[in-house]
Structure formats: structure tokens, C-alpha cells
Nanobody, 123 residues
Framework: QVTLVESGGGLVQAGGSLRLSCAAS????????MGWFRQAPGKEREFVAV????????NYADSVKGRFTISRDNAKNTVYLQMNSLKSEDTAVYYC????????????????WGQGTQVTVSS
């Protein structure tokens, strides 16, 4: 079993920054892929970024490339999502996920989810 706890969401003005955290615990999470997804009202959950805990490789959605950075702190078993130059269209509930996905961008491939944290960007 893997437990994920997100934090760091909030209200920020357009152009501002936020850092989301995802604290992971469990026996085998260090062999998993860790992903960030987001879901806006009335929309499907969409891929944001992914981190492979074993290889250190990362990937990003085109909409956030150059603005968001995913990283980890091994000592704290935590994955971060640094979000800069935020736009109103980034407003959503952000979720951390873990698993061994066939397709890292497909939310249905992940086994474990956090509770989500709200990010609201005002224009």
C-alpha cells in the first residue's frame, strides 16, 4: 500500500508561483512513477508532469513546459511540483499519483492517488 498526501495549493495571482508537495509512504513507492495531474470543473483529469523514481527521468505536458518543474527529495520521500508564471487556465485541483503506468500520461494507469489540493489563479 502506498499513501500520498499533497499540500501547497492556494490562491495566487496570474504570473505568480506555488510549490506543491506530495509526501509518499509505503513499502515500494520508490520503484514507482510519480505523476501530477489536474482536473478543472467540468473537464477530464489531465496529465501535468511525471517523475520516474528509479531513473530520475521527467516529462511534462506541453501546456506547462518551461513553467513547471517536478523534482524529489529522497530524504523526505517527497515529490514537488514547482509552478511558475501561473495562468488562469492552470486553475484546477491538482492530484499526485503513483504506480507503474503503461502510459505515464494516462491517469487510468495509476494505482494510488492523493486527496488533491486546490490551485486557483486569479487574473
Amino acid at each position: 500500500q502506498v499513501t500520498l498526501v499533497e499540500s501547497g495549493g492556494g490562491l495566487v495571482q496570474a504570473g505568480g508561483s506555488l510549490r506543491l508537495s506530495c509526501a509518499a509512504s509505503g513499502r515500494t513507492f520508490s520503484t514507482f512513477v510519480m505523476g501530477w495531474f489536474r482536473q478543472a470543473p467540468g473537464k477530464e483529469r489531465e496529465f501535468v508532469a511525471v517523475f520516474n523514481w528509479l531513473s530520475g527521468n521527467t516529462n511534462y505536458a506541453d501546456s506547462v513546459k518551461g513553467r513547471f518543474t517536478i523534482s524529489r527529495d529522497n530524504a523526505k520521500n517527497t515529490v514537488y511540483l514547482q509552478m511558475n508564471s501561473l495562468k488562469s487556465e492552470d486553475t484546477a485541483v491538482y492530484y499526485c499519483a503513483a504506480g507503474r503506468p503503461i502510459r505515464y500520461s494516462d491517469y487510468r494507469s495509476y494505482d494510488y492517488w492523493g486527496q488533491g489540493t486546490q490551485v486557483t489563479v486569479s487574473s
